[in-house]
């Protein structure tokens, strides 16, 4: 009864078109009604408590270094470079498309941010060359949900916060996935384009590579310098995200000298936006998640799923696949902050790691954003590209068969994660 309540007061003002944040304030204080216990105080104390924490003073600094990211020139230069070193091959743009989302996501983390400087940098050359319209606004779609995979990532921030597992652990362990992720839509991506009839840009020569790499240095050296920092401690997740907006303002505004002066406000406008959306969710988030606590949702969830308790594997099956459904209808930031103090007391009593749950949580929440109806992402490339959604559904199913592979192999092998994993956090 406690859930039906629960999942009645989120869903039913969501289906009337209210804003996420609200539905959940709305769901929290249907729970306390139900319990007896409501108290106009506990709510404002909870969305207080739950914007008041260290490691998400790390999410307005990468969102301020994406931003700074588009408009300082620095995924223009990632592109560029991918573009002279695998442009001229068969399918080269949607390799450089790969490349540039692998990279970018150790800028940005935000899928919706890659989807947008992607679109609208390669879209309009791979339409030129004669590529399917749906095929490649699908392939611009499913490399960007790489964005919150590979550090640093918004989507680990806030599951490190609300589950209490270690974020610079969750940051190391998502390396390799990601890579695992971009590796299968190459292979998907080569067995579509293998027969298609399409021109291809001239092989660069040498002395263009070199200079294009010489260009986009600056920008390759941040993803470095943060894993690096990370691996050795040399800054927290939360301090790694000042570096990073004060690394990419630097490049931007002293060494490519795109970002004059007069734009700064507008970027950090459209920061603060985002970052404000994002923070609100969070704070809304809280009192849904002690009232969850409280009314002991995680212990009902427990006993309905105790058959697979015993077995981590087939248990982690069934998640995924309520995590998969459930993205179909939320994004990713509400999912993570609804589910997570949910699922975290039954993964931890069945002995699954939390840091290994939490990179599959967030594969799988990535991947719910190339979902209809509400795959934010999407909707981002539909209104770049201006295809129908129908369309471009079709296009993406290719690239999304393939991603659900990697999370069922990941599922299925816990080691892909775990070890390299260690590599990175020796």
Known sequence: MTVSIFLGALLGPMALGVPIAFALIISGVALMLYLGIYDAQIVAQNVLNGA???????????MLAGEVMNAGGLSRRIVNLAMVMVGHIRGGLGFVAIFAACVMASLSGSAVADAAALGALLLPMMLKSGHDPARAGGLLASASIIGPIIPPSIGFILFGVVGGVSITKLFLAGIFPGLMIGLALCITWLMLVRKDNVSLPPRQSGAVR??????????LLLPVIIIVGLKFGVFTPTEAGVVAAVYSLFVAMVIYRELPPAKLFHVFVAAAKITAVVMFLVAAAAVSAWLITVADVPGELARVLEPLMGNPTLLMFAIMVLVVVIGTAMDMTPTILVMTPVLMPIVKQAGIDPVYFGVLF????????ITPPVGTVLNVICGVSKLSMEDLMKGVMPFLIAELVVLILLVLFPSLVMVPAGWFGR
Do not use: C, R, T, Y
């Open 52 to 62: 008041d924490s260290f490691p998400l003073m790390a999410v307005p600094f990468f």
């Open 210 to 219: 070199l200079k294009a790499f010489g260009e986009s240095i600056w920008a």
């Open 362 to 369: 967030i594969i799988n929440n990535s991947i719910g954003l």
